[in-house]
């Protein structure tokens, strides 16, 4: 069983749409990073975050360390979103980082 | 706005060959990390480096892999005796403190022959 477990694997939403991904850990961490992967590879940093909310834009994330969990969500959806969302998380008490398999999101105009 | 730059964007070697893979880490920035990403695959964290020292690694980085931080500005992961199996997206990242977000190098796509 993955540490890190990411739902849905696959999605595609109409643009304008509200989108949630959601993230499930296993392990304590000592903090949760959202990323973005764009289709040529490159990984962008969207969020890194240990408790509560954090807003940017179109996109908020949000954290439960009681129920290690976290969602992703994207307002107002557009095509440029489309990309692949992953969770990494920080195992607590080191600086390693365990991935996620990341879900694929689709926006179509 | 500062970013993490790696070279070559792509490799191709043969197999048997020694690749050294580079990243130019933000400057101010402390920690610093490989990562890799086979083809289709989640990305998977290798090692990370702190005071001229590995701070912690994973299975995967066993005698082949070496990382070294060779001047001020470098970081470098070497690869010995490449194999098939050793071709993949390869991502450098660095952070100021180990706990703070990480910010990734676009990455190297090293393909073995």
């Known amino acids: 069983k993955n540490e890190v477990e990411q739902s849905p694997q696959n999605l595609t939403a109409q643009e304008g749409e509200f989108i949630t991904i959601n993230c499930s850990y296993s392990v304590g961490i000592s903090a949760l990073h959202w990323l973005q992967q764009h289709p040529g590879g490159g990984i962008v940093s969207l969020f890194m975050l240990s408790s509560g909310k954090k807003k940017h834009g179109r996109l908020i994330a949000t954290i439960n360390i009681q129920e290690k969990h976290s969602s992703l969500h994207i307002t107002a959806s557009h095509p440029r979103d489309s990309a692949v969302y992953i969770c990494?998380?920080?195992?607590?008490?080191?600086?390693?980082?365990?991935f996620g398999t990341g879900t694929r999101l689709k926006v179509l105009a | 706005e500062p970013e993490v730059t790696q070279t070559p964007s792509h490799q191709v070697t043969q197999m048997g060959q020694e690749v050294i893979l580079r990243c130019v880490p933000i400057s101010n920035h402390l920690y610093f990390y490989w990562y890799r990403q086979i083809l289709g695959q989640k990305v998977e964290f290798l090692v990370s480096?702190?005071?001229?020292?590995?701070?912690?690694k994973s299975e995967i980085f066993d005698d082949q892999f070496s990382v070294e931080r060779p001047d001020g500005s470098n970081f470098t992961l070497k690869i010995r005796s490449t194999k098939l199996e050793d071709s993949a997206m390869y991502f450098c990242?660095?952070?100021?403190?180990?706990?703070?977000?990480?910010?990734f190098g676009q990455g190297t796509r090293l393909t073995v022959v």
């Open positions: 990242a660095s952070s100021g403190d180990g706990y703070t977000e990480a910010f």
């Open positions: 480096f702190y005071n001229n020292e590995i701070s912690e």
């Open positions: 990494a998380v920080i195992i607590s008490g080191t600086y390693k980082y365990i």
